[in-house]
């Protein structure tokens, strides 16, 4: 596709529901980064993929969340046990390699609104 | 660790007026430092960076930033602005030693008054 792609657009669950996000970055790019956007706040960083491999998951809140990205393109923000807490926009970014050399292009976001 | 402060939450100026976004920054290493501009409805788009060389950096839509090591601030420039520049803006830092993440500021929402 053209730009980074996210589905759902937008996700209402249960508290205590288990939710999967989903992101396909630009075709060709190896790095791959998933943000969380509360109402008010600037993105704040969750986790980093090069490749196939999380290179640094240090933002991840706790253990109820996860996300792979097993053959190196689709990635899967996984939550289980949703709070209330979690309610927010999730936002994904690609890049072709690292930050620094090159622009990252966000997706337009999903936003989880845990009732 | 990095951190970012955007001193102003809201800014609302008028059609054609000059405006500057005030950005600074703190962190123990150098940074690679940006400006993401976010629509409404849309998702973030860069709309310049700072990676090295001149402190002057050019960006899309006539905006300009300038890179102060000595105060820490990139802060954001356009002479002129336009309706079609209301949006929301986040100044933005990375570190230059292998952390590949962006730390972002709380976030300024410009409006434009005609």
């Known amino acids: 596709g053209a730009g980074v792609s996210q589905t759902p657009s937008n996700k209402v669950t249960e508290k205590g529901k288990y939710v999967e996000l989903r992101c396909d970055p630009i075709s060709g790019h190896t790095a791959l980064y998933w943000y969380r956007q509360s109402l008010g706040q600037g993105p704040e960083f969750l986790i980093y993929?090069?490749?196939?491999?999380?290179?640094?998951d240090s933002g991840l809140p706790n253990d109820r969340f996860f996300a792979v990205r097993p053959e190196g393109s689709v990635s899967t923000l996984k939550i289980q046990r949703t709070e209330r807490g979690d309610s927010a926009v999730y936002l994904c970014?690609?890049?072709?390699?690292?930050?620094?050399?090159?622009?990252?292009?966000f997706g337009q976001g999903t936003r989880l609104t845990v009732v | 660790a990095q951190s970012v402060t955007q001193l102003d939450s809201q800014v609302p100026v008028f059609e054609e007026a000059p405006v500057e976004l005030r950005c600074n920054y703190s962190?123990?290493?150098?940074?690679?430092l940006f400006w993401y501009v976010q629509y409404p409805n849309q998702g973030l788009q860069l709309l310049l960076k700072?990676?090295?060389?001149?402190?002057l950096v050019k960006g899309i839509n006539g905006f300009e930033a300038e890179f102060n090591k000595s105060q820490t601030s990139f802060h954001l420039r356009k002479p002129s602005v336009h309706i079609s520049d209301t949006a929301e803006y986040f100044c933005a830092v990375s570190d230059m030693e292998g952390a590949q993440k962006l730390v972002f500021g709380q976030g300024t929402r410009l409006t434009i008054n005609p």
């Open positions: 700072y990676l090295s060389g001149s402190t």
């Open positions: 970014a690609s890049s072709l390699i690292a930050l620094g050399d090159t622009e990252a292009f």
């Open positions: 993929f090069q490749g196939t491999g999380a290179a640094d």
């Open positions: 962190s123990s290493v150098s940074v690679y």
